[in-house]
């Protein structure tokens, strides 16, 4: 009998749309499928939560997720690193405001 290789994991990329659990992220996956009869292609979507040990990862970030053993009820990812920081976003219009103008 040979060694058994383990089993390789299943890893996705996608972008964090939540981070408002402490060391949990919501990581979408999006991919477009063809349909069958028509042949047009179309989005689809997933959302996974995935584990963030240090809660490092911010909204807007693109991670790459792998699959684990569950960690919780909802949680069988995990993320094992950042492809893409997130864009800084400009100010909203109400912090740019002088609030010396403002009386």
């Known amino acids: 009998m040979s060694p058994k290789e383990p089993n390789k994991k299943r890893q996705l990329v996608g972008i964090v749309v939540s981070d408002k659990m402490q060391k949990t992220r919501v990581v979408e996956i999006s991919r477009l499928k063809k349909h069958p009869r028509y042949e047009k292609y179309f989005k689809v979507s997933a959302r996974f939560k995935a584990h963030d040990e240090k809660n490092e990862y911010k909204n807007g970030d693109k ?41």
């Open 63 to 103: 991670v790459m997720i792998e699959e684990t053993r569950p960690l919780s009820r909802d949680k069988r990812w995990k993320i094992v690193k950042l492809i893409e920081a997130a864009k800084k976003t400009k100010q909203s219009p109400a912090e740019e405001i002088n609030p010396e103008v403002i009386e």
